[in-house]
């Protein structure tokens, strides 16, 4: 099956910095891409849909200058959180799609930012 | 507003038993897809089962299957012979057509199997 990597899988930063997450597909080329935010005990919240070489789309309530979002090539996303804090430390997640068939979507790991 | 509902926000069920995740979802779209995910400690999400608006029997994989009840616009979760492993949290997402392919994620439901 289609695999996703992300890395890292666990990250701590200091308030203020910014952390680099990337998404990979490893087997496939990802058309479009998605970056998911989830607390602990709670849901799958979708932040943003990236496709690849255009601007993301942000979900409502989502900063777009605090997450930035680059699709570049086919096969990488990257998620920037900017001047980080406390309440940004979440599980990260993404997913991929490559188009056919529309339901198939691959999820990466999770990334675990912690931000002190 | 929310568009899956997952009423159930934990369950214990001794194993080898079968236990229902309910999940019931709200759109006007008439092409739809319903998915189930497993999530263990370990955060990944697992698929376990897709269910389309047009399919005409209910989805099967292994020991899971798809209670869908167009009507009620309900999409069950049935885990049959329960598993030790089967102990995580369990999410309902749908995705519409129009929305790139993009999921809704229900709240989760938390299973526990006990020995």
């Known amino acids: 099956g289609a695999v996703v990597s992300q890395h890292p899988s666990r990250v701590i930063c200091k308030s203020g910095t910014s952390v680099k997450i990337e998404c990979r597909s490893l087997?496939?080329?990802?058309?479009?891409m998605f970056w998911y935010r989830q607390f602990p005990k709670q849901s799958l919240m979708l932040m943003a849909t990236?496709?690849?070489?255009?601007?993301?789309?942000?979900e409502q309530g989502v900063e777009k200058d605090k997450f930035l979002i680059n699709h570049a090539s086919l096969t990488l996303s990257t998620l920037t959180v900017t001047s980080a804090h406390p309440e940004d430390s979440s599980f990260y997640i993404c997913s991929a799609r490559d188009g056919q068939p529309i339901y198939e979507q691959y999820f990466g790991p999770g990334t675990r930012l912690t931000v002190t | 507003a929310q568009k899956i509902t997952q009423t159930q926000p934990g369950m214990f069920v001794q194993e080898k038993e079968a236990v229902t995740l309910d999940c019931t979802y709200d759109t006007s779209d008439p092409s739809y897809g319903l998915f189930w995910y497993k999530q263990p400690s370990s955060g990944e999400m697992i698929f376990l089962i897709y269910?389309?608006?047009?399919?005409?029997q209910n989805a099967t994989e292994g020991r899971y299957s798809l209670n869908f009840q167009k009507a009620r616009k309900s999409a069950n979760l049935v885990i049959s012979a329960s598993q030790l492993g089967d102990s995580a949290m369990y999410f309902c997402a749908m995705r519409e057509t129009d929305s790139w392919g993009k999921f809704q994620f229900g709240a989760g439901t938390q299973v526990v199997v006990t020995p």
């Open positions: 990236s496709n690849e070489g255009s601007k993301a789309t942000y």
């Open positions: 087997d496939f080329q990802a058309t479009t």
């Open positions: 269910q389309g608006s047009y399919d005409q």
